[in-house]
């Protein structure tokens, strides 16, 4: 097994850009239709460019076809499971620093392992408060936006 890691604890360079857009792209992968169009509105009226999907085939598809910086992702869907989906980010390289957020019903400690075993950045059970979700995007968001060297 290859396993990858994500290095945040270095140096940080965390300039503030100037002129700089939040033009990230987010894929939403909910089958909800009520739960994505919230999440989808809150994320654009923060600035984020978001493309929605309500199965996992779509997802699947869409991931094929385009690079996003966060996916948002449910477990439980129609096609093709979150899990697989979140597996299939982590085993492309191309998507290796795309952040995984995990929305998602199931509470039990045995599906938050496995998602986070899997590469799932974060876990956010349902349900949520829109405005501290949102505020947990722009937190990761963020780690997009700092430079890190490692110093030897």
Same mark, same amino acid.
């Given at each position: 097994?290859? *396993? =990858?890691?994500?290095?945040?604890i270095v140096s940080i360079n965390n300039t503030p850009k100037k002129h700089? $857009?939040?033009?990230? =792209?987010?894929? %939403?992968?909910?089958?909800?239709?009520?739960?994505?169009? !919230?999440?989808?509105?809150?994320? %654009?009226?923060?600035? /984020?460019? *978001? @493309?929605?999907?309500?199965?996992?085939?779509?997802a699947k598809e869409t991931l094929r076809s385009e690079r996003f910086e966060?996916? %948002?992702?449910?477990?439980?869907?129609?096609? +093709?499971n979150g899990f697989d989906i979140c597996k299939d980010i982590r085993n492309?390289?191309?998507? /290796?620093? @795309?952040?995984?957020? *995990?929305?998602?019903?199931?509470?039990?400690? $045995?599906?938050?392992?496995?998602?986070?075993? !899997?590469?799932?950045?974060?876990?956010?059970? &349902?349900? /949520?408060?829109? +405005?501290?979700?949102?505020?947990? %995007? &722009?937190?990761?968001?963020? /780690? =997009?936006? &700092?430079?890190? @060297?490692?110093? +030897?």
């Amino acid at each position: 097994m290859i *396993v =990858k890691l994500k290095v945040w604890i270095v140096s940080i360079n965390n300039t503030p850009k100037k002129h700089m $857009q939040n033009n990230k =792209k987010i894929l %939403v992968v909910e089958d909800d239709r009520a739960i994505n169009e !919230l999440i989808s509105y809150n994320l %654009v009226k923060s600035g /984020f460019k *978001v @493309t929605s999907v309500y199965d996992g085939i779509d997802a699947k598809e869409t991931l094929r076809s385009e690079r996003f910086e966060i996916v %948002v992702l449910d477990i439980m869907l129609p096609g +093709s499971n979150g899990f697989d989906i979140c597996k299939d980010i982590r085993n492309a390289p191309e998507s /290796f620093n @795309t952040y995984v957020i *995990v929305v998602s019903a199931k509470v039990g400690a $045995q599906d938050k392992l496995y998602a986070h075993i !899997l590469g799932a950045d974060c876990y956010i059970t &349902k349900p /949520f408060g829109i +405005s501290a979700f949102v505020e947990i %995007v &722009k937190e990761i968001n963020s /780690f =997009k936006d &700092k430079e890190y @060297t490692v110093k +030897s």
